[in-house]
């Protein structure tokens, strides 16, 4: 069964560094990826997805990520993070099973930014 | 266009008793999956609703039980409730057609604490 590891249940940033967030899948056929962020007390918004094609993937508020099928990652990145960007962000896999489709999550990471 | 609709947004329940959430899926969509977000874990799925049927089930009890109605919108119940069921219940809805695009939409989620 597939599954999803995030690396760093937190990470901690100063506001106009590098964001990195780290996310490796299991499967040996590459599912379709998605980051999502979720504030608090809200539900999941999706940041970006990695269906097929390019590699690089760019999403919402400036974050990217790039999809290594060698590496079995899909990191989230942002070059300059803001205040407004801490929250949880959770990787998510898509796993197929003959027509069925749910979503497999990692355990998440809480991106703090100080100013 | 509304997005996915989920109520009631908090609620108590003692254990023992018995929960119904609900979800009205985004316009178009006719999947709606349900997921158990514990404190500091990332979501886990319940299962998926499609043409009213149970398509999949996660690793969860028969205490979790759910329905969807012939306009999509779909039930979560819970019975015999534990501490442990406390969490974020969280609905995502999808079109069978196209959710390996989009992973699904998320409602904002039910806040279920059980004690």
């Known amino acids: 069964a597939q599954s999803v590891t995030q690396l760093g249940s937190h990470v901690s940033v100063s506001e106009g560094a590098l964001v990195l967030l780290r996310c490796n899948y299991s499967s040996s056929v590459p599912p379709y990826l998605f980051w999502y962020v979720q504030y608090p007390n809200q539900g999941l918004q999706l940041l970006l997805k990695?269906?097929?094609?390019?590699?690089l993937v760019k999403g919402i508020n400036g974050f990217e990520a790039e999809f290594k099928k060698s590496e079995t990652s899909f990191h989230l990145t942002k070059p300059s993070a803001h205040m407004s960007d801490a929250a949880e962000y959770f990787c998510?896999?898509?796993?197929?099973?003959?027509?069925?489709?749910?979503?497999?999550f990692g355990t998440g990471t809480r991106l703090l930014v100080s100013p | 266009d509304a997005g996915v609709t989920q109520s009631p947004t908090h609620l108590i329940k003692t254990r023992g008793q018995q929960v119904t959430l609900r979800c009205s899926p985004k316009?178009?969509?006719?999947?709606v999956s349900w997921y158990q977000q514990a404190l500091g874990q990332g979501p886990q799925f319940i299962f998926q609703y499609y043409e009213e049927e149970e398509r999949q089930r996660g690793n969860f009890p028969d205490r979790f039980s759910g329905h969807q109605f012939p306009n999509y919108s779909s039930e979560l119940n819970v019975n015999a409730l534990l501490l442990g069921d406390s969490a974020l219940y969280l609905c995502?809805?999808?079109?069978?057609?196209?959710?390996?695009?989009?992973?699904?939409?998320f409602g904002s989620g039910t806040r279920l604490t059980v004690v």
């Open positions: 998510a896999a898509l796993e197929a099973n003959t027509g069925f489709q749910k979503l497999v």
């Open positions: 995502a809805s999808s079109s069978a057609v196209s959710q390996h695009a989009t992973g699904g939409t």
């Open positions: 316009s178009g969509h006719d999947t």
């Open positions: 990695y269906t097929t094609g390019a590699t």
